[in-house]
């Protein structure tokens, strides 16, 4: 593979890695936000069964008890809908956690590719310097030995 495709492929994995990191941070957000309005929820139910007890305490008509039941069972399944959202976004979060750790994986593969290549292309290039030297050596004696002989 030659340098500038492996620079190709390294700024493509660079950006697929950027994107996912960015994909990651919306799921973590997304799974945040819905954690918040589960807990909300839920809060707000806790805090409606307590004013039913207070007010079933006071005089409370059956058409008030039903009314509180009835609101309180909605809220049972908004509670329910909403860990199933939350499920979802714990999934998608996962999803987008194994994906960004693929893109950096490969990214980091990239990398090691690329300095593998550099340090090959460092010993070929010491190398050539090696043997232009062994030759500037070698013409510089042979040079110095025509010269002795001429003498």
Known sequence: MDKNQLSQLIELGRRHTDAAT???GDSHSRARAEEDKLALLEQYRRDYQ???GKDARSSLT???LRNYHE???K???AIEQ???QLTAC???????RTEWQNAQRKLKSFDALNRREAVREKRQRARREQSEQDEHTAAAQDT???LRNAR
């Open 22 to 24: 960015r994909n990651l």
């Open 50 to 52: 307590t004013q039913l």
């Open 62 to 64: 059956s058409g008030a």
């Open 71 to 73: 609101f309180l069972n």
């Open 75 to 77: 809220l049972d399944a």
């Open 82 to 84: 909403q860990r199933k």
């Open 90 to 96: 714990r999934q998608q979060l996962e999803s987008s």
């Open 144 to 146: 110095r030995l025509n």
